[in-house]
């Protein structure tokens, strides 16, 4: 089986840790291929930033599913996913959708804890876009700020647990979420120290993108999922244009 | 990976095919075992047998889940599921709320099909325990009649794929889960005619299982799915009742 | 008329104190028979007890229903109000159900206090299953804890007061439901110290039983509330099984 | 026990029709004193005129409610209601809210069948004033006119129960509402023949009006529900205006 | 283009100052007519007030609305504004309506801020009535009294304003209403000290007065806007009763 | 006042058909500027072609919004608009945002009715984004195809009446938008035909953005919609990448 996993961040860094953290949530028979945005923001906090990062992420998926039999877009809040969704046949899903889905699983209310207020517009809106605005508690964020977005989830370690705390204590969160790509890995480094169970948004994505292989459900012939048909393009180039145009892969380029 | 299937029927061929069907939705490293309800109904169909049959999961699984990383209790309608959350330590899902779940993976709404009109109260009261009212579209199921709950995955078979194709063109279903373990096995034969993706609520129920036993989650030690403390019973026989009473596994019997 | 009060906790004295206080809530043309149960746990607390305390309460109906025009299960968090609904003819209501809606007819929206966290969980899915979660302000619970369960609304007194007045002046509620069998009785004794309404669970469960009785609805033929037909049982004995096999009341023993 | 029944349309014979139906829904310690308004409209149809009679309905109450252990407002679609209970101290319900509250005592879902399509917005609006809109399956009319407010329950009797029918079978309605004051009394007469328990919203008013006169709830102090401290009013005569202005009853007129 | 203001308050300094803060909301071309209610209160605060001060918007309207393109009803919790548009074929808005449909177009969540306590529970059901509930993040009104309703936004200017702060800050509202006819003006003074956007709720009404009165919308001819048909009236004097009976203007004085 | 009318489609014709239809919509000291997409799609029609539609749209305002006093997004569907609304400081609508909630003056429920079920999908979306399902009766199309987009609106003119009276009589909706940039100046030639009123979106949006001009809010300072700070960009050229980066506007090209 082999898992496409498209960073829509600049960052490489960070999808090099995501493919060290995945290990762990892959079955044996799993082979995961990882690609980094080339263009873009370095790391997207903003609704804006996720619009630009959406069309970045149909880029990357129009240039290499072409293989995968799951597709993870690697950034919380989902830049590109219902998109995603209908254009392609292969399934995608993101990481919030899939945090938020498995939380689910683990108890009726989850709150996110994340690690900067900026994220939390894009993020909020990530949990209406899934429907699940009735079963999230809350979004708490540490008032103290950090140095490296590549280094936060060590920097303020301390205060996301104390979050997590207080999102199970005083929001009445039964599970919680630590979103955003860079604490991908954090809840297993604190597990033992929450006191309700925590999600790995990168990890919940990965299973569910394993579980949507092996299902293979078949591509929708009708309806709000169906692949539109071909439509003339201009200014869209490479293979994302040539899908749109249901032109060769080479066409648009 | 050791996954704990517990079938709260008495219908042993009906777990029998639960485990037939099980292979394709389960990674080279799962080991499934599956055990059958030893008193109850056949087929639980009301939402009577259901309070009933719930008592039976949870009798079950304080029985069998010691060693298991992950449990599913299989039948659509999820009986004994919330309790069994609150109660043991080990992930569990169901048929229901994992095939829901999943099929949200697969497009904004779905539609359930199913084969008999005695079980649509509980099912939809599944979907309302899930929190995913607003995500789905309508519970459809044939006009006609069938022989045998065993067969009447190839009696009805055009009836639900039919049923499938309104679903998709009159509700607006993205997807359509096949409801009902005696249907388990149809989505996988019927697929390739269907305009929609097809969710074969085992297979959903066992690919979430999965990812629950890889991400490992703590049990929560606070709120809402804390494991309660122990109670005084009395006519609660077996481990059921010593794992209510906080007692030796034996103790109780 | 009849009413019949089940109580599906194992603890007589609060079935006495609930029939002491039972009467200014009757007419004087009701005649109250009471059960106690002789198995399960003295004080339902959880989500898990809930599972089983239903079925003892579908065993009592069974057992008891026949001479009734009306039927309240005397537990807040109702075990066995909807499949008891949907498997006798006869009306039945039950505690938390009948406050909540009852609590509606004195303002917008109800705060729910009662006297131990254990209790909130299944107190909350309560307010869900009543589809009356946009009127519910709160649920609220000391900070103390109490030494008797039978003393409990003697003990925490002051406290509960306090709460009720915090639900009104900080959650909004116009109106406050005093939860749990053990507090039965005590709502009439705190009410002019209170700021907003009171309901007294039992007195709203009598009141509505007594409105249905006197309504007299004619049992569902069709749909979600029809009696289900004929099933074969094994393992559960005594008059519950037998009506669900549909045989004569001793059959099943 | 003193129960007022309150018309705030101007037909005599409705509030004659309306005691006569009465006594059913009486327990014996009950004593019933019912007003017919005396000047608006012979029978409420529009929000315009619900608009002009709940004003008519706060006279009335202001002029008789001294008495009263609870008030009933005998108007489908409950003109005034809200404003009553802010501004009285004696419970009032009305038969709308009653009904709908009661009906989710019998069933999930409920269906309002009424005569004339100029009602249907009217008691739309009811359902979202009570919170209840996902309780409501549907609101059904029959397609025939009729000659006489006065017989129409007798006019359209089978169309009524036609729609019962449809409404259960149709719609999911687990219990019917036969809406509109001239229909009361007409659920009694067919209840045999109906698939499903009715509901008669007078009878359900005259119910929870008794439940809420036992239970003699303590007026708000605070909150939504408090009454409002005195107001100098100009060109509103009567008991209301020295009601609004804390004046001697006479004061006003 | 005409726009007709009703103020249904008594106050005629309340009246001149919307006049005077109309200026800037106002296109050329817009000619603005005001009237000021002969009956009634002074300030309307409660739902009492507010069912009356209902009825006498529909009086002003009736007599006032022949001329008009559009018609405003001065008053923040929109007394009569449903039964005006089912009454009445020029289209019809009001304060409350217009200023949180506004709000909706700055931000995805508006909170209220007021000046008394005592208009919160109308204000809240505006909210309701317009379906915007999940928009609203808060109602937020002073610790602090105040002397003269006249000079309310003055006196407690400091407080609306740190109001505002807090609700931006703590209850997430991307946008502020200052609620209320007296705070009508204050929206524009303080407008750069304030973190979010406000909404002067009069100015929103007059906008929306004008946008509705340039679409030119045709009157309903069926369902729940439609004008209802004659009516007899007791009781019910002048243009309004003439209105509601289709009867010459001059016939119901 | 300027307005900017931003179409993100590259059809000329269908701006120049825009703005031909705003003159009645326009107050009279109100100057109009329109600019169409450079590149994308002719006519958006799918979520894959908004996302980057809605690029393009972002692309466009950062270029031209410097003189502006309100923005319009000229596609029904919102390309663009939330980010807009964080990006930019000049108040920003779109054309299905704008014609809801002005359908929200008008009656309680509106439906859509436009031209090709391959918009549905997106128009849904847009009723979700804009938190208004619950008003929304019914998305309606026709079942006739269409020769061309620039015609349709004349080709499928009796069909587009015919399905505005079906919403009305069938699905209950009180106004009727039609809906997609073709059918723009549709509504003002079959208005005196229909039976419910009508709801032009570009003359919504035009009204909406004059108001917003009017109302001439301060950008919010914190929160969901104050400006992102300055972030590093590559590959995003020209004027938005420079406002992104909070660089000279010639900085990023």
Redesign the interface.
């Known amino acids: 089986m082999r898992i496409l996993l498209i960073n829509p961040n ?1 960052s490489a860094d960070m999808t090099e840790r995501m493919v060290a953290c995945a290990a ?2 892959l ?4 082979e995961l291929t990882a690609f980094t945005a ?5 790391y997207i ?8 990062a ?2 970045i992420a ?1 880029e990357m998926i129009a240039a290499h599913h072409a293989e995968a039999d799951a597709v993870v877009i690697g950034a919380y809040g989902d830049p ?1 996913l ?6 392609f046949e292969v ?1 995608v ?1 993101a990481m919030a ?2 945090a938020m ?2 939380a ?5 209310r989850f709150s996110i804890v994340t690690f900067s207020r ?1 994220l ?2 894009w993020y ?2 990530a949990v ?1 876009l ?6 999230c508690a809350s979004i708490r964020v540490p008032e103290a700020g950090f140095n490296s977005v590549t280094d936060v989830q060590h920097e303020l370690e301390d205060d996301l647990l104390s979050l997590t705390e207080r999102a ?2 005083e929001d ?4 919680v979420i630590l979103a955003g790509a860079p604490l991908t890995g954090l809840a297993a480094r604190i ?2 120290r ?7 948004p990168l ?2 994505a990965l ?2 993108a ?3 292989a ?12 169906a692949r ?2 071909p ?6 180039p490479g293979p994302l244009g040539a899908w ?1 145009a249901h032109a060769p892969a080479g066409a648009g380029e």
Not at 231 to 236: A, H, L, M, N, R
């Open positions: 600049t762990s949530a079955a044996p028979d799993v080339t263009r873009g923001v370095p906090a903003s609704r804006a930033e996720a619009q630009i959406g069309v149909l590109g219902i998109p995603a969704r209908e254009l399934p899903t959708e899939a889905h498995t689910c699983l683990l108890g009726r900026t939390t517009a909020e809106d209406s899934a429907g699940l605005d009735a079963c199970a204590r009445g969160a039964d599970v597990a033992d929450a006191c309700v169970p925590l999600v790995d990890a919940a299973g569910q394993q579980l949507l092996r299902l293979a459900p078949r591509p929708a012939r009708v309806g709000r999922f539109p048909g439509k003339p393009v201009s200014g869209i749109i």
